[in-house]
């Protein structure tokens, strides 16, 4: 093809950060802004990258193939996924890359741009098969996680490729369910502070399987997903102090998801119920997890004392945004109060379809 356009969205966490490692479920969403990638074919052997948001341009040969990658270079990383499936670049393009996700901020612009990429590759080289939505989103996991030995999960990827809102059971027993529920009064807020992603979550991920596993020795049929949470104290007790907030978090976390499928499910979305369920999910993530930082703090209280019916902090922390339900009547006030806090920027969320090729 000559001219390719390929575009993925940026996703947030409703319910379920933190879990996806310990092959746990989420409740996510693609939301409207985008990673787009337009292709035009040219003479060489060369993909020909320019990264203007970033102030980046790359050469790529086509049969770039590299036993030793970078971290974080999703690009190269594709490519040998690719090949395994038979995609075998022929030809170079000449690559525009430009979005409108805020760079390090939470919402995905890395596996959005690794959507994109591989759903351009495909439509280019084929074979078309593999575009569709799943095998879409488990290429991407392919090449994001697994290729680079990375401590991440499931759910950028398939958010971001599935779109809509999705509950995703990410362990063994893989599947997921689009919920049709929409969530009106999504605001995102970034804090402009970079999120950190590989220490942290080679951190909390290592912990937690550790106080799991420690739990098992005590108590050898303990699963997350049997677990009573009015129990907690019996699996504590296994535990050493350090890893307790670890095992009550994802206890914890695993509890609010499950109910918030319950109100997804239900004929009409109750927001206040939704909010509250946000709100404790938040509370695991900074007093257990910790993983905000100050400014989130801040933006977190403004926007509840300014009339918001839930809050959390999105992705992996140490920075990035948060994401804030609202009904219709405080938006406004809402957003001012988070500018006042000092984010970066506050805008309003649509649910997006999906990864997709704009013909």
């Known amino acids: 093809m000559k001219e390719i356009i390929s575009i993925a969205p940026g996703r947030t966490c409703l319910f379920g950060d933190h879990q996806d490692y310990l092959g746990l479920p989420i409740i996510a969403c693609a939301i409207d802004k985008h990673i787009t990638i337009k292709a035009t074919i040219n003479t060489t052997n060369n993909f020909v990258i320019d990264l203007p948001d970033i102030n980046q341009k790359r050469i790529i040969p086509i049969d770039a193939n590299e036993e030793n990658l970078n971290p974080g270079d999703f690009l190269k990383s594709s490519l040998q996924v690719l090949r395994r499936y038979n995609c075998i670049p022929n030809s170079g393009y000449t ?40 095998k879409l989103s488990q290429l991407a996991y392919e090449a994001e996680v697994l ?14 490729g599935l779109g809509n ?54 108590l050898p049929d303990f699963k997350i997903e049997t677990a009573n949470i009015n129990e907690l104290d019996k699996y504590l007790k296994s535990l050493p102090i350090d890893l307790q907030p670890y095992l009550e978090a994802a206890i914890g976390n695993y509890t609010v998801t499950k109910n918030a499928l319950l109100e997804f499910k239900k004929d009409k979305l109750d927001l206040v119920a939704i909010g509250n369920l946000m709100n404790k999910h938040h509370y695991y993530l900074k007093e257990l997890l910790k993983i905000t930082v100050p ?12 009339g918001a019916l839930g809050a959390k902090i999105v992705g992996s922390g140490g920075g990035g945004s948060i994401a804030v339900i609202t009904d219709e009547k405080n938006k406004d006030k809402i957003t001012e109060a988070l500018i006042k806090a000092g984010s970066k920027s506050v805008y309003f969320a649509n649910v997006d379809s999906g990864a997709r090729i704009i013909e």
Do not use: C
């Open 95 to 134: 690559i525009l890359i430009t979005g409108t996700i805020p760079i390090n901020s939470g919402t995905s612009s890395s596996s959005a741009l690794t959507v994109a990429w591989i759903q351009f590759l495909i439509k280019a080289f084929g074979p078309e098969t593999l575009l569709a939505p799943e």
């Open 147 to 160: 290729e680079l030995n990375a401590p991440g999960g499931k759910m950028d990827q398939y958010s971001i």
């Open 165 to 218: 809102i999705i509950y995703l059971e990410t362990g063994d027993q893989f599947s997921y369910q689009v919920l049709k529920n929409p969530v009106p009064g999504l605001i995102m807020a970034d804090s402009g502070v970079p999120k950190e992603t590989t220490a942290l979550l080679h951190r909390l991920k290592t912990n937690s399987w550790k106080a799991i596993q420690e739990v098992q020795k005590e």
């Open 295 to 306: 400014k989130i703090d801040v933006m977190i209280d403004a926007a509840l004392s300014a």
